[in-house]
């Protein structure tokens, strides 16, 4: 039970002590070995993760309401450790129905705050993806995030489509955040570009198989490879021929 005199600052806190305390240290000197960038971990699975974040969202949701979770999730989202922003995310990837257009433009600040593709495919994928799907006009914003210098932002872009693009939605900004953003030679934002056009491929072919054999002189090879991958075998020959 929640005392009525604890902040979101003293919750995350605690949160922070339950993650230091429930940690493996030599499965956390593993985890570097899935980042191209110096991460800090406390070596937590993510099923076990998941679990103690979904038990502490149903206490604070239960006594003190969905505002005050956000604010101690915005508070963990400013954690130097993986863990503390993926626990940030699932501890709102229940509620993301419940949220609105100050909550998006919260978590689309997050985007400053990533250290690895980890935390940040969190963020675009289970809280900025499905309010973009829910509210297609959000989509805009992730033309501006295709200009910005930071690599996560740029990644976003594609990351937060996904969602909306597995349903059929966003075909034309598909097609136009894949312009902007194929002639990026970081490996992080093509690895995303590929993934979003992956998953058109895969469950709308027939609509995005004519767009990539239409442009695969244009995109990166890394890109097309990665957008076949689901496609039967001839078509998959015929988009990279």
Known sequence: MLPQSKTPT????????VLKDGGSAPHAEGVQHF???????????????RKVAVR???TIVREAGLPFL?????????GRMLEEKVFAVFLLQGEVARLGDAEFRLFESWLGRVSSWADHDGVASYLLGPMIAAQPKR??????WAKRKN???RRAAAVALIRGARAGQFEREIIRVAGLLRGNSDDIVQKGL?????EWAKFHPNRAVPYLTRTRAQL?????RTACETLPAKVKSKVLC
Do not use: M
């Not at 990166?220 to 097309?224: K, Q, S």
């Open 194 to 198: 590929g993934w979003l056009l992956r």
């Open 10 to 17: 003293y919750i995350a806190r605690h949160v922070q002590r």
């Open 151 to 153: 690599r996560w932002y």
């Open 220 to 224: 990166p090879r890394f890109v097309l």
């Open 35 to 49: 980042f191209k960038e110096e991460i800090q971990s406390r070596g937590w699975y993510t099923h076990e993760l």
């Open 70 to 78: 956000v604010r101690v999730a915005d508070r963990l989202f400013r």
């Open 139 to 144: 989509a805009a914003r992730v033309f501006v």
């Open 56 to 58: 502490f969202r149903r």
